[in-house]
């Protein structure tokens, strides 16, 4: 694990749009009153985010840890101790409503170790595959359970079969999740 410091923002984000190759593993803004953490799958799209949402990020000094990407073997990944989540959120056309449970969801998996793919080709709608790891504490995984069948669309534990099956399978009430815009 590398570790590099930005003295500005803007030096982040330049780093950021020319950086390939890597994966990001925390990105914190560190000063003498606050530390707040960021967390962004490679350098793209940490760069798109500060561009699309520059008040996001205060000024001040940037810590970022980050992987080679060529150090990382895909075969590592155990999906036996991982669950697989979907969620969407919805925006009505006639009304500032949001349909869905995607932001609550992610805001609440805070605590956890999740990786999430999100999909925003569509103006109108917006869906997420993510895959959470498996708390090893009893409470920690019933507290996980409730939270993705409130806010998520569809989730699966593993079962040991391979497979999401009906036995492992579960419709989760994000669609029914609704909050004003």
């Given at each position: 694990?590398?570790?590099k410091i ?19 593993a ?54 036996s ?45 917006i ?55």
């Amino acid at each position: 694990m590398e570790t590099k410091i930005f003295e500005s923002k803007e030096q982040l984000k330049n780093w950021a749009k020319k950086t390939t190759g890597i994966v990001l593993a925390s990105i914190a803004l560190v000063n003498s009153v606050q530390s707040i953490d960021f967390r962004f799958p490679t350098p793209q799209v940490l760069s798109h985010v500060m561009e699309q949402a520059p008040s996001n990020f205060p000024e001040g000094q940037y810590r970022v840890s980050y992987s080679n990407s060529d150090d990382l073997d895909i075969e590592d990944l155990d999906y036996s101790k991982m669950v697989m989540v979907i969620a969407q959120e919805a925006h009505l056309a006639n009304r500032p409503v949001r349909i869905g449970g995607l932001r609550p969801l992610i805001e609440n998996l805070a605590d956890y170790t999740y990786c999430c793919t999100i999909n925003r080709n569509n103006p109108a709608y917006i869906t997420a595959s993510i895959w959470v790891v498996e708390p090893s504490d009893p409470i920690e995984l019933e507290s996980l359970d409730g939270l993705l069948a409130k806010y998520s669309t569809f989730y699966a534990f593993n079962d040991g079969s391979g497979y999401v099956t009906l036995n492992n399978g579960r419709m989760g009430n994000g669609t029914s999740h609704i909050s004003e815009i």
